[in-house]
C-alpha cells in the first residue's frame, strides 16, 4: 500500500494494484486507458503512464498489439494448484511476455509475477536476465529442426533454411535484438542453423570467405526486415492506427499538393494522378523477404558463375 506521501503514480498504481488483487478487474479485463486513468485521479497524461508503466513492470497487466491493456492472468489466480516451477516454464511464460507486450516488458519480476512466484526464485534456473534472454533465443531456434537435404540443389536448401528462419523471426519479432550483427550469441541452436546454412552455400563454389558473408547478408535481411513486425505493433498500440492509415495520413496531404508534386517528378510518375501507382502501394514485408531472398540468391548464382569462368580461364 502506497503512503500518502507517495508520488500520486505510486498512489494510483497501488489503487490499481488492489483493485486487481480484490478482482474488481479480473484477468483478462481492460485496465482503464491512460486517458480514463487521468480523468479517475485527477492527474496529467505522463502521471496517469507512469502508473501503469509500474503496474506492466509488475507483470499485473500486459499490452497487446491491436487490443490494448488487460489484465495479466496470473499462474494459480484461479483457486488452483499453482504449476511447479520448472526452468522450460519460466522461459515460456518469458516468451510470452516478449511476444504480447515487447521485449522491454521482459524482466525478472514480470516473469516471476506470471508463475505465481517470487523473484528470487527464478535463480535457481537462470543467472540474470541476461542469461534468460539467451535462453528465451536459443529456446526459439531450437524450436524448430532447421532441416535440409544435402541432395538437393544448394539454393533448394538455401531458400528453405531462410524461409524457416524468417517464420521464427515473424513470429517474435523481439528475436533479432537478441542477436545484432556485430555481436551475435554464440547460441547452441543459432550455430546449428548458420552451420546447415553454410553446408549449402558452400556448394555455390564460392570462395568461402564469399558464402560465409553471404551467410551473414541473408540473416541481416530477414532480422531487419522481421524488426519492423515489432516496431509496427507497438506504433499501433500507441497511436490506434495501422500502418496504412498512418502512412495515408502522412502522405495523402503531400500527394495532393501541387508544389510538392511539381518539385519531385520521379515521386509524381508514380504516385501523381496519373502515375503507375496511382490507386498506392501496400508494404507487404512477406513479399519484400521473397523479393530479397531471391536477389541475393541471383547475385549469388552470378558470382558463383563468374569465379567459376575465371577459374576455368586460369
Given at each position: 500500500?502506497?503512503?500518502?506521501?507517495?508520488?500520486?503514480?505510486?498512489?494510483?498504481?497501488?489503487?490499481?494494484?488492489?483493485?486487481?488483487?480484490?478482482?474488481?478487474l479480473?484477468?483478462?479485463?481492460?485496465?482503464?486507458?491512460?486517458?480514463?486513468?487521468?480523468?479517475?485521479?485527477?492527474?496529467?497524461?505522463a502521471t496517469?503512464?507512469?502508473?501503469?508503466?509500474?503496474?506492466r513492470?509488475?507483470?499485473?497487466?500486459?499490452?497487446?498489439?491491436?487490443?490494448?491493456?488487460?489484465?495479466?492472468?496470473?499462474?494459480?489466480?484461479?483457486?488452483?494448484?499453482?504449476?511447479?516451477?520448472?526452468?522450460?516454464?519460466?522461459?515460456?511464460?518469458?516468451?510470452?511476455?516478449?511476444?504480447?507486450?515487447?521485449?522491454?516488458?521482459?524482466?525478472?519480476?514480470?516473469?516471476a509475477?506470471?508463475?505465481g512466484?517470487?523473484?528470487?526464485s527464478?535463480?535457481?534456473?537462470?543467472?540474470?536476465?541476461?542469461?534468460?534472454?539467451?535462453?528465451?533465443?536459443?529456446?526459439?531456434?531450437?524450436?524448430?529442426?532447421?532441416?535440409?537435404?544435402?541432395?538437393?540443389?544448394?539454393?533448394?536448401?538455401?531458400?528453405?533454411?531462410?524461409?524457416?528462419?524468417?517464420?521464427?523471426?515473424?513470429?517474435?519479432?523481439?528475436?533479432?535484438?537478441?542477436?545484432?550483427?556485430?555481436?551475435?550469441?554464440?547460441?547452441?541452436?543459432?550455430?546449428?542453423?548458420?552451420?546447415?546454412?553454410?553446408?549449402?552455400?558452400?556448394?555455390?563454389?564460392l570462395?568461402?570467405?564469399?558464402?560465409?558473408?553471404?551467410?551473414?547478408?541473408?540473416?541481416?535481411?530477414?532480422?531487419?526486415?522481421?524488426?519492423n513486425?515489432?516496431?509496427?505493433?507497438?506504433?499501433?498500440?500507441?497511436?490506434?492506427?495501422?500502418?496504412?492509415?498512418?502512412?495515408?495520413?502522412?502522405?495523402?496531404?503531400?500527394i495532393?499538393?501541387?508544389?510538392?508534386?511539381?518539385?519531385?517528378?520521379?515521386?509524381?510518375?508514380?504516385?501523381?494522378?496519373?502515375g503507375?501507382?496511382?490507386?498506392?502501394?501496400?508494404?507487404?514485408?512477406?513479399?519484400?523477404?521473397?523479393?530479397?531472398?531471391?536477389?541475393?540468391?541471383?547475385?549469388?548464382?552470378?558470382?558463383?558463375?563468374?569465379?567459376?569462368?575465371?577459374?576455368?580461364?586460369?
Amino acid at each position: 500500500m502506497a503512503e500518502p506521501n507517495e508520488p500520486p503514480y505510486v498512489r494510483i498504481a497501488a489503487e490499481l494494484s488492489r483493485r486487481i488483487a480484490d478482482r474488481e478487474l479480473a484477468p483478462g479485463d481492460k485496465v482503464p486507458s491512460t486517458r480514463q486513468v487521468a480523468r479517475e485521479f485527477g492527474v496529467a497524461l505522463a502521471t496517469a503512464m507512469k502508473a501503469l508503466d509500474v503496474l506492466r513492470a509488475e507483470g499485473l497487466v500486459i499490452t497487446r498489439p491491436r487490443s490494448g491493456t488487460v489484465v495479466a492472468r496470473r499462474r494459480g489466480a484461479d483457486g488452483g494448484a499453482t504449476a511447479e516451477l520448472t526452468r522450460e516454464r519460466l522461459l515460456a511464460e518469458a516468451i510470452e511476455i516478449a511476444d504480447g507486450e515487447g521485449f522491454e516488458a521482459v524482466s525478472m519480476r514480470a516473469v516471476a509475477s506470471r508463475c505465481g512466484v517470487a523473484p528470487m526464485s527464478l535463480y535457481r534456473f537462470v543467472e540474470d536476465k541476461d542469461e534468460l534472454v539467451s535462453a528465451m533465443a536459443d529456446t526459439i531456434y531450437g524450436s524448430s529442426a532447421f532441416d535440409r537435404d544435402p541432395a538437393a540443389p544448394w539454393r533448394s536448401q538455401v531458400e528453405s533454411l531462410s524461409r524457416e528462419l524468417w517464420r521464427l523471426h515473424r513470429a517474435h519479432p523481439w528475436l533479432g535484438r537478441t542477436q545484432p550483427l556485430t555481436r551475435p550469441l554464440p547460441l547452441p541452436n543459432i550455430i546449428r542453423l548458420g552451420d546447415r546454412l553454410l553446408g549449402a552455400l558452400e556448394a555455390t563454389g564460392l570462395p568461402p570467405h564469399l558464402y560465409f558473408e553471404l551467410h551473414i547478408l541473408l540473416f541481416s535481411h530477414i532480422l531487419g526486415l522481421a524488426a519492423n513486425f515489432e516496431a509496427d505493433h507497438a506504433a499501433a498500440s500507441e497511436t490506434g492506427l495501422s500502418s496504412e492509415e498512418w502512412t495515408d495520413l502522412q502522405y495523402q496531404p503531400l500527394i495532393g499538393d501541387a508544389a510538392f508534386m511539381s518539385a519531385h517528378p520521379h515521386f509524381t510518375k508514380l504516385f501523381g494522378r496519373l502515375g503507375s501507382l496511382e490507386d498506392g502501394y501496400d508494404l507487404d514485408l512477406d513479399g519484400l523477404f521473397e523479393l530479397g531472398m531471391g536477389l541475393l540468391l541471383d547475385g549469388a548464382e552470378a558470382l558463383a558463375a563468374r569465379v567459376a569462368a575465371g577459374r576455368a580461364d586460369a
